[in-house]
Nanobody, 116 residues
Framework: QVLLVESGGGSVQPGGSLRLSCAPS????????MAWYRQVLGKQREFVAS???????RYADSVKERFIISRDSARNTAYLQMNSLTPDDTAVYYC??????????WGQGTQVIVSA
């Protein structure tokens, strides 16, 4: 079983930045996509950003131009650089990884709070 370990969450003032990291608990071969989602209590989990094996990225409209997803293929690690944060970005952020063999793993979530 593949577990994802997330880090980098915390509290920040509006306009600030945070960088989230996500790494699998063991080596994973054939990663197809790594993505970030977020969830506010009482609401559905929503897509934030994704990066596929080729390096192509996709973003939710609400985070375009502010968030950057990247990946270190050698370390199987994905990052989410979050800039110009607003209170609307407050949520629990989850990492997702899909790979060959039907692997579909989620992290435990990391809390991001944007508040003055």
């Amino acid at each position: 079983q593949v577990l994802l370990v997330e880090s980098g969450g915390g509290s920040v003032q509006p306009g600030g930045s945070l960088r989230l990291s996500c790494a699998p608990s063991k080596k994973v071969v054939g990663i197809g996509i790594m993505a970030w989602y977020r969830q506010v209590l009482g609401k559905q989990r929503e897509f934030v950003a994704s990066i596929i094996a080729s390096g192509s990225t996709r973003y939710a409209d609400s985070v375009k131009e502010r968030f950057i997803i990247s990946r270190d293929s050698a370390r199987n690690t994905a990052y989410l650089q979050m800039n110009s944060l607003t209170p609307d970005d407050t949520a629990v952020y989850y990492c997702n990884l899909r790979a060959l063999g039907g692997i579909d793993a989620w992290g435990q979530g990391t809390q991001v709070i944007v508040s003055a």
